[in-house]
Nanobody, 125 residues
């Protein structure tokens, strides 16, 4: 079965940086789409960034453009989210996602149905 395992969350002060990692297994990694979503308490889950694993094309939410960078290591089937200049409003549970499966969220028109367990990011002011 598809497994997405995240790591790298934590607590940081505003202006700091964190890098999240997501290792995929049991998933046809090539020519697909991997992404990151987040959900803050009392808010809906929102797409943050995505990457087309074949072409390397990237997509970002306006709120993180210029601060976050999504990248991948195809050989390791791993996706990264480098988060710089973090703000308190970036505080959320961050989920790695892959397109396919039973679709439960969309980002940039792509449906995502595989999810990791989530990793907490907390940014203090």
């Amino acid at each position: 079965q598809v497994q997405l395992v995240e790591s790298g969350g934590g607590s940081v002060q505003a202006g700091g940086s964190l890098r999240l990692s997501c290792a995929a297994s049991g998933y046809t990694y090539s020519h697909n789409l991997m992404g990151w979503f987040r959900q803050a308490p009392g808010k809906e889950r929102e797409g943050v960034a995505a990457i087309a694993t074949g072409s390397g094309a990237t997509f970002y939410a306006d709120s993180v453009k210029g601060r976050f960078t999504i990248s991948q290591d195809n050989t390791k089937k791993t996706v990264y989210l480098q988060m710089n200049r973090l703000k308190p409003e970036d505080t959320a549970l961050y989920y790695c996602a892959a397109n396919g499966g039973v679709i439960s969220a969309y980002f940039w028109g792509y449906g995502f149905g595989y999810w990791g367990q989530g990793t907490q990011v907390t940014v203090s002011s």
